[in-house]
């Protein structure tokens, strides 16, 4: 009986032993579980046997459903792959200590939807940034300001629909800027134009966003080397013949971005039903654009003119050859080849026409251009001074007019023609009329040569005029025929030779004294 009580004791007491274990074993339990979940919110372990792989300088954690970026991170880190993960905020803390020889970080993929202010602060020796596939809608102000290092930014394949201004502030060494497939509505003309903001930027993609207008002057007046790598298509462009002929000559100029995405580049047709088709297609229908065709230098005689080696690469070497096949010498004093690749010419002759070759070339790009140059035989102020010659022309031609109406109509008629004239007045020293008289008065002054000695034209220059000929001064016929016929004495025949006579002086033909 005393066995069987103290057995039960015994059991009774293990059971009370494994309840207080228990009890005390669940809150640690809890504990250890929390410490997992806090360890977990501010970065796992990094485990390069089962979570990431590290080869080197290379920690590559992707496709490993990550929060958070794991720690703590080797200094020497120098390319960190966090690529397809859940990673969707990026805090100033991700990685405490600084990572001086980081060049390359991957966080693509990871529904990233929030960046600190603060978070590259510790990595602002970032050569490669790529935060495409995620889920940013906005770019704050200097958020990649501390990475002056940085050459590529990927940021692709977003919502980004609204950019600070100086959100790429800083970024002195950006060469490659990806933000096609976004939302933005406006061209961020200035990372381009404004060459002290991204000065060594090269690539621009603003593909597929929804930018509604170009700034297509500013455009043409860029670089082509700048031109080359802007990427614009696939976007809701309205069509114009303007945009037709940029994108025509850009097309001519061979750009990359004109030329590798050609049935890209697409615009939106007026109408309601805002129907697409290609741009460089409007030639052709619709708009009936007219044909674009690369126009070369055109310049007056004794200008000077200023060619430029418009590469589609930057920073190339290039030189000059001259009108048939010649190149450019320091004796050649007309052209000079300046110190920034372009070349000088003048003061210009028309013989400076020709064709100007550039040769570009660098360690992986050759190029060839042409400029084509056209000297006009004038002075800049040619058109001036044919018009000033015209006008001359025209008032020169109007008083010529004014002057002969003047001539048949308001001189005195010293011809018998006149009614209140008479042959035997008139003066012998007169003008070209008295010099013109009709066949009987020559035949008069025949027969009164002593009057002649007055002062009148002499007898001497109408001795041909015989009375057999029947032609009179001004080469009419005598419609006569008859001398006798005409002479005879009756006023009636007098008054018809007069008439004769009137007519040859009065008519349009030059006279010939």
Excluded at 144 to 161: A, D, K, Q, R, T
Excluded at 224 to 245: I, M, Q, V
Excluded at 277 to 300: F, P, Q, T, W
Excluded at 306 to 328: A, H, I
Aim: hydrophobic residues 35%; aromatic residues 6%.
């Amino acid at each position: 009986m005393m066995k069987g009580s103290q057995c039960i004791s015994h059991h009774a007491l293990e059971a009370v032993l494994s309840r207080k274990s228990l009890v005390t074993a669940l809150p640690m339990a809890l504990l250890l579980i929390s410490v997992q979940v806090s360890g977990q919110l501010i970065g796992s372990p990094l485990d390069c046997q089962k979570t990431c792989v590290c080869a080197s300088n290379i920690v590559s954690c992707s496709k490993m459903n990550l929060t958070h970026v794991p720690l703590p991170l080797p200094q020497y880190t120098a390319v960190l792959d966090l690529s397809f993960n859940s990673i969707t905020r990026l805090q100033a803390e991700w990685t405490p200590i600084k990572l001086m020889r980081l060049h390359s970080l991957l966080l693509s993929n990871n529904g990233l939807n929030f960046l600190s202010s603060e978070a590259f602060v510790h990595v602002t020796r970032l050569h490669y940034l790529d935060l495409s596939s995620n889920s940013l809608r906005q770019l704050d102000e200097y958020i990649f300001e501390p990475m002056e290092h940085l050459e590529v930014l990927l940021l692709y394949n977003n919502h980004i629909s609204q950019i600070d201004r100086t959100a790429f502030s800083g970024l002195l060494s950006l060469q490659r800027l990806y933000l096609s497939q976004n939302q933005i509505s406006r061209l961020p003309l200035e990372l381009v134009k404004e060459r002290g903001r991204l000065e060594t930027l090269r690539l621009l993609d603003v593909s597929s966003n929804r930018i509604k207008s170009l700034p297509l002057q500013e455009l043409q007046a860029l670089p082509a080397w700048s031109k080359n790598g802007l990427y614009f298509h696939n976007n809701p462009l309205p069509c114009s013949c303007e945009l037709y002929d940029m994108l025509a000559q850009w097309h001519l100029r061979e750009f990359s971005s004109a030329v590798d995405f050609r049935s890209s580049h697409t615009c939106v047709l007026p109408g309601a039903q805002k129907e697409r088709m290609a741009i460089l297609d409007l030639d052709k229908a619709h708009l009936n654009c007219s044909e674009v065709r690369i126009m070369g230098e055109k310049a007056y005689l004794d200008q000077f003119l200023v060619l430029d080696c418009d590469t589609r690469q930057r920073d190339m070497k290039k030189s000059w050859e001259l009108p048939g096949n010649r190149p450019v010498t320091p004796e050649n004093k007309k052209a000079v080849a300046r110190s920034d690749g372009k070349l000088q010419i003048g003061p210009l002759k028309v013989e400076d026409s020709g064709v100007y070759t550039c040769f570009a070339t660098s360690d992986s790009f050759n190029e060839t251009l042409y400029v084509t140059v056209v000297v006009y035989n004038s002075t800049s102020g040619g058109g001036l001074e044919n018009l000033k010659t015209a006008y001359t022309t025209l008032v020169a031609c109007l008083v010529s007019v004014v002057m002969v109406l003047i001539y048949l109509y308001l001189t005195p008629c010293r011809c018998p023609c006149c009614p209140s004239q008479d042959l035997e007045k008139s003066d012998p020293e007169d003008s070209l009329h008295s010099s013109t008289v009709s066949i009987s008065q020559a035949h008069e002054e025949l027969g009164q040569q002593e009057r002649v000695e007055g002062g009148g034209f002499s007898y001497r220059q109408v001795p041909f005029l015989q009375p057999k000929d029947q032609l009179e001064q001004n080469g009419r016929l005598n419609p006569i025929g008859e001398e006798d016929e005409e002479w005879q004495g009756d006023s009636r025949e007098r008054r018809r030779s007069d008439a004769e006579s009137v007519s040859s002086v009065c008519s349009d033909t030059p006279m010939v004294v």
